[in-house]
């Protein structure tokens, strides 16, 4: 009886923690694998909304301890919640706005869960006041970040690289041919005298 208890406690634990990432259509779900500071990113959601405004949604999970920590001491600190509640943190999601041209974006809101998809924090930004107002900041000063990758998604663009990095990785993959026709030397130690 034992056992079923816990095999159903796990199954149940396993069904709970996949609801929120099945809150989304999963044919938008796009993997961004780590960024440098080793935390795991994803792409949610894309597209217009009902005005036409180009908007994405990416979600962050705390693959690094260190910087889990300074999140879990910034809710506290800044938002004055407590230990256990902060503590409960497991992910973070992000709402990007775009300009039609593509050129600018700002967060429309920060929400951080614990790992049940209970929202323990959120912020909105929707210029009601000053400490919400929506902060616009230049695609080209953060490229190769999360909100310019969904960028391209979120304003119906091809997602491939560009031309340049395309030419680069061509002279690099025949270079590396080049030199794998190379023979390698072959090493002949001498054997010590008895």
């Not at 609801?19 to 795991?40: I, R």
């Not at 919640?81 to 706005?97: I, M």
């Not at 107002?133 to 663009?157: D, E, F, H, R």
Request: glycine share 6%.
């Amino acid at each position: 009886m034992k056992k079923f208890a816990v095999c159903a406690l796990i199954i149940g634990l396993v069904a709970v923690m996949a609801v929120p990432s099945f809150a989304w259509d999963a044919a938008k779900q796009k993997a961004l694998g780590q960024d440098k500071n080793k935390m795991t990113w994803y792409i949610l959601d894309y597209g217009k909304d009902s005005n036409g405004v180009p908007f994405a949604v990416s979600r962050k999970y705390y693959t690094n301890a260190t910087v889990k920590n300074d999140t879990i001491e910034l809710l506290m600190s800044k938002f004055g919640l407590s230990p256990e509640k902060a503590g409960s943190l497991y992910f973070t999601e992000y709402g990007y706005e775009y300009t039609t041209d593509g050129k600018q974006f700002a967060q429309t809101y920060v929400r951080h869960y614990d790992m049940l998809g209970n929202e323990i924090h959120g912020t909105v930004y929707d210029d009601s006041s000053e400490a919400t107002k929506k902060n616009w900041i230049a695609l080209s000063a953060v490229a190769g970040s999360t909100p310019a990758k969904a960028a391209s998604y979120a304003l119906g663009k091809p997602v491939s690289t560009s031309s340049s990095s395309t030419a680069t990785a061509k002279k690099a993959t025949t270079t590396k041919k080049a030199s794998s026709t190379v023979p390698a030397k072959r090493v002949v130690r001498a054997k010590k005298g008895n």
